[in-house]
């Protein structure tokens, strides 16, 4: 998608050099999928521990030892 914007030559230059993009729009690319995928992470983390019926460690070693697994 096209789109004018207006930044700062100094900020978009510097994540050039730290994304080794090529291009503005390369960096700019860059810059927009890591900060979804850092939004994503914390959408996640935000279910960390809330997993009540979750197979604990204990409960893993039982089912590894018993056979009763598959793959």
Same mark, same amino acid.
């Given at each position: *998608?096209?789109?004018?914007?207006? $930044?700062? &030559?100094?900020?978009?230059? &510097?994540? *050039?050099?730290?994304?080794?993009? @090529?291009? @503005?729009? &390369?960096? %700019?690319? $860059?810059? %927009?999928? &890591? =900060?979804?995928?850092?939004? #994503?992470?914390?959408? $996640?983390? #935000?279910? =960390?521990?809330? =997993?009540? !019926? =979750? *197979?604990?460690?204990? !409960? $893993? @070693? #039982?089912?590894?030892?018993?056979? #009763?697994?598959?793959?």
């Amino acid at each position: *998608m096209k789109t004018t914007v207006n $930044l700062p &030559e100094a900020e978009l230059a &510097e994540a *050039m050099k730290h994304a080794k993009a @090529k291009t @503005k729009t &390369e960096a %700019v690319a $860059l810059a %927009v999928a &890591e =900060f979804n995928r850092r939004h #994503r992470m914390a959408a $996640l983390t #935000r279910h =960390f521990g809330t =997993f009540k !019926d =979750f *197979m604990t460690q204990a !409960d $893993l @070693k #039982r089912m590894r030892e018993s056979g #009763r697994h598959t793959i």
